[in-house]
């Protein structure tokens, strides 16, 4: 009895004790290589071209004109803070949130011929020379017959602070891209142009108005005083 019993308990003794488990090795190649992955991936990050900053901007749609309306100007403004630039814009503009990443702000502005656009721009790195502007906005216009462009062309110097503005108004027929890299073509006889370049802060601000003829008209004059009124901290 007692023998049939130590026999299988020596059984249990010996497997218990003389089984053991062997830890696993590892692959030096397959350490080498998880190691050398991260390094091969941040050595191609840091070779890799830096992205382009203007990469997926999209051009706004070109915005529908609202009809005539008769407005007087208030006189009254509001602070409108684009970036680090300080404006003091008409009650009567209309501010729209951005059309396009390429926009920094812009307002509908009314009047007696239609609608007009307020549109400020600013493009890293600049975009070209302040006489490179006035020659590209100056060719998107067509005189009247008899005049030139430069007949219908005015430039205007002057300070805000410590920003130098140049405010450049030009009028005629209007015949250039409906947007930048279209082919279509806006064409529209008496419109006018109140383009502005605004220094002294970094990157230069661009403020394009185009719109009627008559509508800038009346807006003339309390858009100089908006410049006027720019300031940054």
């Not at 006189?75 to 009650?91: H, I, M, Q, S, Y």
């Not at 302040?130 to 030139?148: M, Y």
């Amino acid at each position: 009895m007692i023998a049939r019993v130590l026999v299988p308990l020596c059984f249990l003794l010996a497997c218990g004790t003389g089984v053991t488990q062997t830890p696993a090795k590892s692959d030096p190649k397959a350490d080498a290589t998880s190691k050398a992955e991260p390094d091969a991936k941040a050595k191609a990050e840091s070779k890799a071209p830096p992205k382009d900053p203007h990469a997926g901007l999209k051009p706004a749609a070109p915005q529908e004109k609202g009809p005539p309306r008769e407005i007087t100007p208030s006189g009254k403004t509001r602070d409108e803070k684009v970036a680090e630039l300080t404006l003091k814009v008409p009650e009567e503009w209309e501010s729209q949130p951005a059309s396009s990443q390429m926009r920094l702000a812009q307002f509908v502005v009314p009047g007696p011929g239609g609608d007009a656009e307020l549109v400020v721009f600013r493009f890293p790195g600049g975009a070209g020379g302040v006489q490179q502007n006035i020659d590209r906005w100056k060719s998107q216009f067509k005189p009247p017959e008899g005049k030139s462009i430069d007949d219908v062309t005015k430039t205007t110097n002057f300070e805000a602070g410590k920003l130098k503005v140049t405010l450049v108004d030009v009028a005629g027929h209007y015949a250039a891209p409906e947007r930048p890299g279209s082919p279509t073509m806006v064409d529209e006889p008496d419109y006018r142009m109140l383009s502005a370049i605004v220094e002294g802060s970094g990157d230069a601000f661009f403020l394009k108005m185009l719109g009627p003829g008559k509508t800038l008209e009346l807006w003339a004059k309390p858009y100089e005083e908006m410049l006027k009124s720019a300031a940054v901290p």
